[in-house]
């Protein structure tokens, strides 16, 4: 995994709901389980309105940057950095 990825940002543009929608690759982690590199992107948490264009909503933050390898969940937040088991979580 190249470091060239850190930092990409690729957008959206806008949803159904006049929500502008952006991902951004904020960190790399190594898996727990296989020791790979896992790309940990965040995507869009929070918007402002636009002031030109009623009903349209512009990228503000992003969310906690997450990444699933082996069966694990591992996010990147402004607490830490977690690993969460996904296996048996399902019906």
């Not at 006049?18 to 995507?43: F, H």
């Not at 636009?50 to 937040?77: E, K």
Request: aromatic content about 10%; overall charge negative.
């Amino acid at each position: 995994m190249s470091d060239d990825q850190l930092g990409k940002e690729t957008n959206y543009g806008f949803d159904q709901d006049g929500r502008e929608r952006r991902e951004m690759c904020m960190a790399i982690a190594e898996c727990p389980v296989c020791g790979k590199d896992v790309l940990l992107i965040a995507d869009t948490e929070e918007w402002t309105e636009d002031d030109q264009v009623p009903g349209r909503w512009r990228h503000n933050t992003y969310g906690p940057a997450q990444g699933v390898c082996c069966d694990r969940l591992i996010v990147d937040s402004w607490y830490g950095c977690f690993v969460y088991d996904l296996r048996g979580s399902g019906p």
